[in-house]
């Protein structure tokens, strides 16, 4: 029975998960993360986190008896997991439900940013095709481009696939080659870079991929380059790449996640060239239901079989107790 296991919920979470803690635990929420919204009698009780907001090292340590983080996500880059894994904490996140979602979602976004759909779309709303006639022909298309994945993970994997059946070549950059993956690997971004003329970032947000897709990047993308963001803000210079959209360095870009969400750099804002979305990658009931339940599976498995069932790599050798 778990029903006397505490779980914090820092944040704003998914309705379901929220009903699902409640009913399997006793569920105490709190505004945001911050330690200092923990009261004494909260901290002593508090065994287990579900969080789509994270945890940073203030609150894993202002929790003595944390058993286990579980993150609403596969990207935990909000959750200080090398300080859980050093507090014996376990940290879970939501792989594979959510990536034919975000594949999609990337596609979506990369034929908008060269098709303009959502600009011809305003086109007809505002009268201009009666007033005006014809959308002007978009001058970027799909036909022909080669795509470059940066992050060819489970959601990198399923873009590819997609742009195979569009008839794209592929190439990526990952640190390694990944094994059983056919594409061409290149071992720097650069040289992928200067490969292909649409880059796709599924890169997750770690020190390591901090702001790499920067000036000289871009360049080596090209006037012709079209660059898209499913992964995370934090592996792009945004200065750089608002210059490079107004200065003509790349043609265009698709971004669905920002460095300082939900601010997005008013200089993007007025790039004529830039599609927008508002981090809406898995953000289907469908999906964000299934990301629900693996979150909370977690902390399931974990306060009932003492095991969880997906833990990231930096505390998978964690055991219960
Ligand atoms: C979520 C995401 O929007 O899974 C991820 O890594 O970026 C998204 O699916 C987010 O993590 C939930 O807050």
Not at 145 to 159: D, E, N, Q, T, V
Not at 284 to 292: E, I, K, L, P
């Amino acid at each position: 029975n778990t029903k006397s296991v505490v779980v914090l919920v820092p944040g704003k979470l998914n309705q379901h998960a929220l009903e699902r803690i409640g009913n399997e635990f006793e569920l105490v929420p709190i505004d945001s993360v911050s330690a200092s919204l923990v009261t004494s009698e909260i901290a002593a009780k508090v065994r287990g986190i579900a969080s789509a907001a994270g945890a940073d090292a203030t609150l894993i340590d202002a929790l003595p008896n944390l058993e286990i983080i579980a993150n609403f996500g596969v990207g935990y880059d909000a959750v200080d997991s090398k300080h859980a894994a050093a507090r014996g904490v376990m940290v879970t996140n939501t792989p594979d439900v959510l990536t034919e979602e975000v594949a999609d979602t990337a596609i979506g976004l990369l034929l908008n940013t060269v098709r303009e759909l959502g600009r011809s779309e305003n086109w007809l709303r505002e009268g201009k095709w009666v007033s005006d006639g014809n959308y002007p022909l978009t001058p970027l298309t799909l036909r022909g481009r080669s795509a470059g994945i940066f992050g060819m993970g489970r959601i990198g994997i399923a873009i590819a696939k997609r742009l195979e059946a569009f008839g794209l070549s592929i190439a990526y950059h990952n640190r390694r080659p990944v094994e059983g993956v056919d594409y061409t690997h290149h071992s720097t971004l650069k040289g992928l870079a200067e490969a292909v003329d649409t880059l796709i970032s599924v890169a997750p947000g770690t020190p390591e991929t901090a702001k790499a897709v920067n000036a000289e990047i871009l360049a080596a993308l090209g006037p012709n380059g079209v660059f898209i963001n499913i992964g995370r803000g934090m592996t792009v210079d945004e200065d750089a790449l608002a210059k490079a959209l107004t200065d003509g360095i790349i043609a265009a870009a698709g971004l669905d996640v920002f460095a300082n969400e939900p601010h997005v750099p008013q200089a993007l804002l007025d790039a004529p060239n830039a599609t927008l979305l508002p981090h809406v990658g898995s953000a289907s009931v469908h999906t964000r239901r299934a990301m629900a339940d693996l979150c909370v599976d977690n902390l399931v498995s974990w306060f009932s079989e003492g095991r969880p069932l997906t833990a990231v790599p930096e505390t998978a050798h964690i055991k219960v107790g």
